[in-house]
């Protein structure tokens, strides 16, 4: 399996409002427009962002967000190019 996307270009994304940093509102905005996801708990979205929030303060930086692509993403070296 290969994921088209880059980590950069994706944090951006989620990142509409150019706070430089996602928190469970651009998670649920991101969601929302191109997943069609539109009840998820927040409980869940604080779950995943506290998991990789190294400076405590509720949100992911960019540095936070590319570890977190790098462990919840499967990689095949087979499908690299």
Known sequence: MRFDFHAGRLFQQIDDILYKSHDVQSYRRFLKIYGGVRD???????GAIRRYDLDGDGRLNKKEFEAFCKVSIPYDKKDAH
Do not use: G, T
């Open 40 to 46: 998820v708990h927040n409980s869940l979205l604080e």
